[in-house]
């Protein structure tokens, strides 16, 4: 999995955005991005609010499972997503663990990492690629299906996140066929994500 994961993290760019291997030197600018929306963190599995920052931080840089990072629009390091649940054999993997600062929201710029990820995921030879959102996150369901994916359920009761909430998740999928079958509209995908 090693030359897996070192083909899969990689810095991605599009014009002024840039998706590089999350590192111990962006804590500080992240914690700050982090840190900008405080009132977002209990829809998600697990918090980077300033209380829960470094350990969460910690946790995810330490995790072999999760292949995070660093997101910057020009020179300002602005969010964090990641691949992870790699399952190589059988060709998928998920993208999730996202955060982009309030400013970068609804600015299109959400559709542009996505697609960087996607494009780089499917010519890394995986086949499916999934998105497990918290029920009550509508925002990023809306991207995810702006982006072309199906959902394809359900998982009730799946996980329970940090605040105890048990999480009820949606699961949606992008199959390679799909997005290469949707190539003309993806360069339509734009702000309002």
Not at 44 to 69: H, I, K, V
Not at 73 to 83: F, K, P, V, W
Not at 164 to 176: K, N, S
Request: one cysteine or more.
């Amino acid at each position: 999995m090693n030359s897996l994961r070192d083909r899969l993290l990689v810095p991605l760019r599009a014009d002024t955005l840039l998706l590089t291997p999350l590192a111990e030197p962006h804590r500080d600018a992240l914690r700050a991005a982090c840190a900008a929306d405080p009132a977002i963190w209990p829809i998600y599995a697990t918090s980077f609010a300033p209380p829960q920052f470094d350990a969460s931080f910690d946790a995810l840089l330490a995790n072999p499972g999760r292949l995070p990072f660093a997101v910057f629009q020009n020179d300002g390091l602005i969010g964090m997503t990641a691949y992870l649940r790699l399952v190589p054999g059988a060709q998928t993997l998920e993208i999730g663990n996202s955060y982009l600062a309030p400013g970068a929201r609804g600015t299109g710029l959400n559709a542009i990492m996505k697609r960087l990820m996607i494009d780089h995921a499917f010519g890394c030879d995986f086949r499916r690629i999934e998105f497990r959102i918290d029920t009550r996150n509508v925002r990023s369901q809306a991207a995810v299906r702006k982006l072309g994916a199906t959902q394809e359920g359900t998982l009730r009761a799946e996980r329970i996140t940090w605040t105890g909430h048990v999480r009820d998740t949606a699961l949606f999928a992008l199959l390679r066929e799909d997005w290469e079958t949707a190539a003309p509209q993806k360069a339509a995908i734009s702000a309002g994500d």
